[in-house]
C-alpha cells in the first residue's frame, strides 16, 4: 500500500512541494514494471513530472501541518546558531547532511545558518561566496513553497514569514 495517495501535496527532497498525480505501474526501458508515484511540481506550469519508486517513498514528506511549522519557526527564531565556517568541502558536506534528512526543521536550520552568514558578510562589506549563496537559494525556495502551501498564502508572505526567524 503506498503512503501517498492521488492528490496529496508532498515535499520531495530539494525539488519543493509537489502533488502527487497518481500511483500505479509503470515500466522504463527494458525494466519490469513496478510501482511509481507520478509528481508534478506544485508551483510550476511546466509538464515537468517525476517519477518515484513508491519503495523509494522515504524521499517524500508530507507538508509540515500549520501548528507544527508555527512551533518550528518559533523554535529556530529562538535558538542560537553558530555561523558556518571553515573550509568549502566541510561546509559543502555539513549543507547536503542537513538537506538529506528531508525535515522541515533541519531545512530551518541550514536556512538560519545561512542567513546569519550572509548577514555577517555583508556587514563586512563582503559578498556571500557562490556555494553559499547556492545552497541558501535553495532551501529558501523549498521552504518558502512549503510554508505558502501550508499557511495558504502567496510565496511572497511565505517569504516574509520565512524572513523573521533571521531577525
Known amino acids: 500500500m503506498s503512503r501517498f ?10 525539488l519543493g ?11 522504463f526501458c527494458d525494466a519490469s514494471a513496478r510501482e511509481y508515484y507520478t509528481l508534478r511540481p506544485y508551483f510550476s506550469d511546466s509538464h515537468d513530472r517525476s517519477y518515484i519508486p513508491t519503495e523509494k ?18 523554535r529556530i ?11 568549502q568541502t566541510a561546509l559543502a558536506e555539513h549543507y547536503q547532511a542537513l538537506l538529506h534528512t528531508n525535515d522541515f526543521y533541519q531545512y530551518l536550520t541550514l536556512f538560519k545558518e545561512l542567513g546569519q552568514k550572509q548577514t555577517q558578510q555583508q556587514s563586512r562589506g563582503r559578498k556571500i561566496n557562490a556555494m553559499d549563496a547556492y545552497f541558501y537559494q535553495m532551501v529558501e ?6 510554508l505558502a502551501v501550508t499557511f495558504g498564502e502567496s510565496q511572497q ?3 516574509r514569514r520565512l524572513l523573521e526567524v533571521l531577525r
Open 77 to 87: 527564531k529562538a535558538e542560537k546558531l553558530p555561523i558556518p565556517a571553515g573550509v
Open 5 to 14: 495517495q492521488a492528490g496529496a501535496l508532498v515535499v520531495y527532497g530539494n
Open 141 to 146: 525556495r523549498v521552504l518558502r513553497e512549503e
Open 157 to 159: 508572505e511565505a517569504g
Open 17 to 27: 512541494v509537489h502533488e502527487v498525480e497518481g500511483v500505479g505501474l509503470r515500466r
Open 57 to 74: 517513498e522515504a524521499a517524500l514528506r508530507p507538508v509540515t501541518p500549520a501548528q507544527q511549522a508555527e512551533a518550528d519557526l518559533a
